[in-house]
C-alpha cells in the first residue's frame, strides 16, 4: 500500500503535485473515524485541489464529490491532490489546528514537504524514499508513458491507454485535458494528478 | 473476469483498458466464419477489474464471477476495491509508515524495505517473490505480520509459498518487513543481486524514522550503498493520536 510512492518523474516536475494521504490505525483508532474522516474532508475541501477520493467511493473522475463526502467508513483512506506547496502549508497549519488525531502523510518533493512541516510547525516524523526500479526494466513501457501511470500506484492506470489517448490527441479527437480526465478515471482513490497528466500528455503529443 | 461471448460485439474499445494487455481482439473473418469478438488471456489476466469499471463495452459483455481459490489471490492482490481478509485495508499493502507514530511499527534503528514485485505495470507471478524471501530472511529480515503476501508463505524458514498460490498472477505483491540498521548494506547488497535474478521488476521501498535532530539515516545507509533516495517521496507528519511513545 505504498501507492502514491514511486511517481516516475525529474525532480523539477513536481511542483504541481502534492498528494495527501490520511487514515486511521487499523485495529487501534479506526473504529468510529469515519466521522473524523468526513471532518477533514471538509476542511481540505476548502482548499485549492485538482483531485480526491477514497478507494471504497472513488475519485472525482469516477465518482462525483457528494459521494465521496457521504461515503466515509472506519476503514477509508482519505485522499487529496494539492496543485502547490503554498497550499500544502495552508492544509497543514488547519488540519494541526484542527487536531483530529488521523496521521497524515504528504507525498511531494521532499524539500517542499520538510518547508511546509517547518513552516507549519509539523515534524518528518517518518520518510518513504523510492530506491527506483530494478530487475527486468527493459519490460516496462518508456518513460514518458510511465510517468504518467505511475500516479495510479494501484498499477490500474494502462500503458497502452495512454499510448491510445495520445493517438486520440495527436488525430485532433480529443484535448489533453479530456484525455487526462480519462486517464484519471481508472484511479480508484483519487491520487491521479489530471494536471500534470495533462502536461505530461502535451510533452507526448 | 471473462467476455460473454454470446455479447460482444467485438469493438475493441476495452483492449487498452487492461494494465497486462489481457484482452485479445479478433477481426471478423469472413472466409472462417467468425465474427469479431475479444476475449480474456485467463492465465494472464490479474483480476484487477479495470475492464469492468471502464464502462466502454456498450453491450455490458464483461462478467465478473465470484473468485474461487486460489485464483481470488489475484483479485486480492490486484484489485483494490476489495480488501485482504488478513489486512482490513484496501489492497495488496499495509498501513507501513502512513501510521507509524501512532502504531510504532517503525522505529530507531531499524530500516523498513519493501520490494514491490511486478510494479510498474509489468505483474508477476507470486512465486517470483520467493527469490526474495530465500535471500532476505537469512539476514533476520522481519518479516510484516500483516502483510497478505507473508500470509501465503508456507515454509517461515525458506519463505516457501503455499504451492497453490505460486502460479498465481498479480498486478503487484509486496515483499515487506524490518532490519537493523547495521545490515542495510548486506541488504542492499542482496536486493541489487536479486534485480538480477528475477524474471520481472520490482519498485523499492525504503522507509525510516526521522531522528530527533532531524537526521534520517536510512537516507545516509541507502546512499552508502549505492542508491539514490528519491527526491519525492512520503512524509508521516506525526498528526495521528494517541502517539506511540505515550502507550509504550
Redesign the interface.
Known amino acids: ?9 525529474e ?1 523539477h516536475d ?1 511542483g504541481d ?1 502534492h498528494v495527501l ?1 490520511a ?4 485495529g ?2 479506526h473504529k468510529g473515524s469515519a466521522e473524523t474522516k468526513r471532518k477533514m474532508f471538509e476542511i481540505l475541501a476548502k482548499h485549492p485541489h485538482v483531485n480526491c477520493g477514497d ?2 467511493t472513488g475519485s472525482l473522475f ?1 465518482s462525483d464529490f457528494e459521494s465521496i463526502r457521504a461515503g466515509f467508513q472506519d ?1 477509508s ?1 482519505l485522499h487529496f491532490v494539492f496543485p502547490d506547496k503554498e497550499t500544502v502549508v495552508r492544509v ?1 497549519e488547519d ?2 489546528a484542527a ?13 517542499d ?2 518547508a511546509a ?1 517547518q513552516k507549519s510547525g ?16 527493459e ?3 518508456p518513460n514518458g508513458v ?1 510517468e504518467i ?2 500516479m495510479c ?9 495512454v ?2 489517448l495520445v493517438k486520440q490527441v495527436r488525430a485532433r479527437r480529443k484535448t489533453c485535458a479530456a484525455a487526462a480526465a480519462e486517464l484519471a ?2 484511479c ?2 483519487g491520487i491521479f494528478n489530471p494536471k500534470r497528466a495533462e502536461r505530461l500528455l502535451a510533452k507526448l503529443v | 473476469m471473462i467476455i460473454a461471448q454470446d455479447r460482444c460485439q467485438g469493438c475493441a474499445k476495452c483492449v487498452p483498458y487492461c494494465p497486462v494487455d489481457a484482452i485479445i481482439s479478433f477481426k471478423r473473418d469472413k472466409a472462417k466464419g467468425i465474427a469479431a469478438h475479444a476475449i480474456i488471456n485467463s492465465d494472464e489476466c490479474v483480476e484487477c477489474g479495470a475492464c469492468y469499471r471502464a464502462k466502454v463495452c456498450e453491450t455490458d459483455a464483461f462478467v465478473r464471477d465470484v473468485l474461487p481459490y486460489p485464483r481470488v489471490l489475484r483479485q486480492l492482490f490486484s484489485d483494490p476495491w476489495f480488501s485482504h481478509p488478513g489486512t482490513d485495508i484496501p489492497g495488496r499493502g499495509t498501513e507501513e509508515m502512513k501510521t507509524n507514530e501512532v502504531t510504532g511499527r517503525f522505529w530507531d534503528g531499524y530500516i523498513g524495505i519493501g520490494l514491490e514485485f511486478g510494479r510498474p505495470g509489468v505483474g508477476c507471478r507470486l512465486k517470483e517473490t520467493e527469490r526474495a524471501f530465500q535471500r532476505l530472511l537469512p539476514l533476520g529480515f522481519v518479516l510484516e505480520p500483516k502483510n497478505p503476501l507473508t500470509q501465503l508463505i508456507a515454509d517461515p524458514k525458506t519463505g516457501a509459498l503455499k504451492p497453490e498460490a505460486r502460479e498465481e498472477k498479480v498486478l503487484s505483491a509486496i515483499v515487506e518487513g524490518i532490519v537493523p540498521l547495521d545490515k542495510a548494506a548486506h541488504a542492499f547488497e542482496i536486493i541489487k543481486e536479486l534485480a538480477n535474478e528475477i524474471d520481472t521488476v520490482f519498485s523499492l521501498d525504503v522507509i525510516g524514522k526521522v531522528a530527533r535532530d532531524g537526521n534520517i539515516p536510512v537516507r545516509e545507509a541507502m546512499r552508502a550503498a549505492g542508491f539514490t533516495p528519491s527526491a519525492a517521496g512520503k512524509t508521516n507528519v506525526g498528526l495521528g493520536r494517541p502517539l506511540f511513545e505515550k502507550h509504550e
Do not use: W
Request: glycine letters at 10%.
Open positions: 500500500m505504498t501507492h502514491t510512492l514511486h511517481r516516475k518523474g525532480a513536481f503535485d494521504l487514515m486511521a490505525a487499523t487501534i483508532t478507494v471504497k469516477n476503514t483512506v497543514l488540519l494541526k487536531d483530529l488525531g488521523l496521521s497524515v502523510v504528504i507525498t511531494g518533493l521532499f524539500d514537504t520538510q512541516c509539523l515534524p518528518m516524523h517518518t520518510v518513504e524514499y523510492s530506491g527506483g526500479i530494478l530487475g527486468k526494466t519490460r516496462l513501457a510511465l501511470t505511475t500506484g494501484h498499477g490500474l492506470v494502462a500503458a497502452n491507454l499510448l491510445e478515471a481508472p480508484l482513490c
